[in-house]
């Protein structure tokens, strides 16, 4: 028997390019997963990036995977936090300005729902998220500040370094359209709601 409860399923397309993406969000024993594969048409040809994200009891990412198949080969990246946020790979901290609670990974709209239910903004609130931002498929990693303000029950207002742009979510957080980075739900399933 799973130790997963799925909480929402979701599919996204992109305006901009050839691009689907089918991604998870499941509560596990000890907080909550985000998993997901994209597909996508890379600089070198077909390429897919295969994403799992796991926090603790209190929303904060503590590991990240990231898979990514091109056709010049695999390679992963694999991250983990410490309980004052410091990440690290298997070589050694990571030297980032300031601790990290919320991953961001530049592949997908999805971890911007982690960052979402983490902040549990009440309509009007707004707050600044210290986040670890991937690049896929470079691997570049830096610390950022990523804002965010809760427009109405399922919309939400995000400032990041690329812009700023509105997110509608379901009730559990999953982002279903993230216009800044042309992404769109083409399929979403709502499988049980965890405040």
Not at 41 to 57: I, W
Not at 173 to 187: C, E, I, T
Request: charged content about 30%.
């Amino acid at each position: 028997m799973s130790d997963l409860e799925r909480l929402s399923t979701t599919s996204w397309e992109r305006s901009d390019r050839l691009f689907l993406e089918m991604g998870k969000l499941d509560r596990t024993p000890t907080g909550f997963r985000l998993s997901g594969t994209a597909l996508y048409r890379g600089r070198g040809g077909p390429t897919s990036a295969t994403y799992l994200v796991e926090t603790d009891a209190a929303r904060r990412s503590r590991s990240v995977r990231i898979e990514v198949d091109e056709p010049t080969g695999l390679r992963t990246l694999a991250l983990h936090a410490d309980d004052e946020g410091r990440w690290h790979s298997a070589e050694g901290p990571l030297d980032l300005p300031f601790p990290c609670e919320d991953v961001d990974l530049a592949v997908t709209p999805a971890t911007n729902g982690l960052t979402i239910r983490r902040l549990d903004l009440a309509v009007g609130a707004e707050a600044t998220a210290r986040v670890l931002w991937i690049q896929v498929p470079s691997f570049g990693v830096r610390a950022v500040e990523q804002g965010y303000q809760r427009i109405d029950r399922d919309t939400y207002r995000y400032k990041g370094r690329y812009g700023s742009y509105k997110l509608t979510v379901d009730a559990n957080g999953m982002v279903l359209d993230y216009p800044g980075g042309g992404w769109r739900s083409v399929a979403h399933k709502v499988s049980r709601r965890v405040p």
